[in-house]
């Protein structure tokens, strides 16, 4: 991606883009990890696909130019927070504030700012969950803190944003009364129809619940305690003098055996 209108910093925006790609890779890697212990652990999945992009270079222009800002590396640095971006599709809105949970608990991840549209919709009907947060990159000489822009919604929340964006386009931002009111009413039954799929799938989930399932999951939870303690750790090998003594003893017992005439025996076979 070229950012022709400042050739002096072509060598800063390359580095920049190597940092907010790098970003998009962790934040995906980390995404990835969660959906698929989500998975293994409820026999579901949150998460129902991740897209991710750096935004363009004429997004970037315009946003700066909006904001009266100078197009410099700095300024869209400093001033442009969605420039890595993610967006989360799952299924109910549940599982929006679940993996907004998850992502904001990782040690290594800082919340920089929220904005929650599904409590507090925009005028015009669009509902979705918002995070600016920023994650460490590790080069060969640096750690360099970097923002990624997340946006967290159901399948209905992006069928209808998809929809609005690209009216938004088609008028300039000046689409006719009559359609801007037949949107708000799309995002109301969008709405309602979230709120209806939460509480089947909800009643559905309370009806495959039982005991059982509970007691297992009770007598694992040692287990897996063991399991999970012994991933980051060694255990010391058998030395070698403890091996020699154990060979020594087999050898021993084996002239023992043929001394008094007697077959051993493997697997039911005389030797």
Not at 17 to 26: G, H, Q, S, T
Request: aromatic share 8%; net charge negative; proline share 3%.
């Amino acid at each position: 991606m070229e950012l022709p209108m400042f050739y002096d910093q072509a060598e800063e925006w390359s580095n920049a883009l190597l940092l907010y790609d790098a970003a998009l890779k962790e934040i995906n890697t980390k995404l990835e990890i969660l959906n698929n212990e989500f998975k293994l652990a409820h026999q579901y999945n949150p998460i129902e696909h991740i897209t991710s992009r750096i935004k363009s270079p004429q997004s970037i222009a315009k946003k700066l130019r909006h904001n009266q800002k100078e197009l410099t590396v700095e300024n869209i640095v400093k001033y442009v927070n969605d420039v890595a971006g993610i967006r989360i599709i799952c299924s109910f809105t549940s599982d929006i504030y679940r993996i907004a949970d998850l992502i904001a608990n990782q040690n290594d991840v800082k919340v920089l700012k929220i904005k929650d549209y599904i409590m507090c919709p925009k005028d015009n009907g669009y509902t979705s969950y918002h995070m600016i947060i920023s994650i460490p990159i590790y080069l060969s000489n640096q750690t360099v803190e970097t923002k990624v822009e997340i946006q967290i919604r159901t399948i209905a929340m992006d069928f209808w944003a998809s929809l609005e964006h690209k009216i938004y386009y088609k008028f300039e931002g000046n689409a006719p009364e009559h359609i801007r009111k037949e949107l708000k009413e799309c995002s109301e039954i969008v709405s309602y129809l979230d709120q209806k799929m939460l509480s089947l799938n909800e009643e559905i989930k309370s009806c495959g619940e039982n005991q059982n399932g509970a007691l297992q999951q009770e007598l694992s939870e040692p287990y897996r305690t063991v399991v999970v303690e012994s991933f980051g750790t060694i255990i010391e090998e058998e030395s070698e003098v403890s091996k020699n003594i154990g060979k020594s003893e087999e050898v021993q017992k084996s002239a023992d055996s043929k001394k008094g005439g007697k077959k051993r025996v493997f697997f039911g076979l005389g030797l």
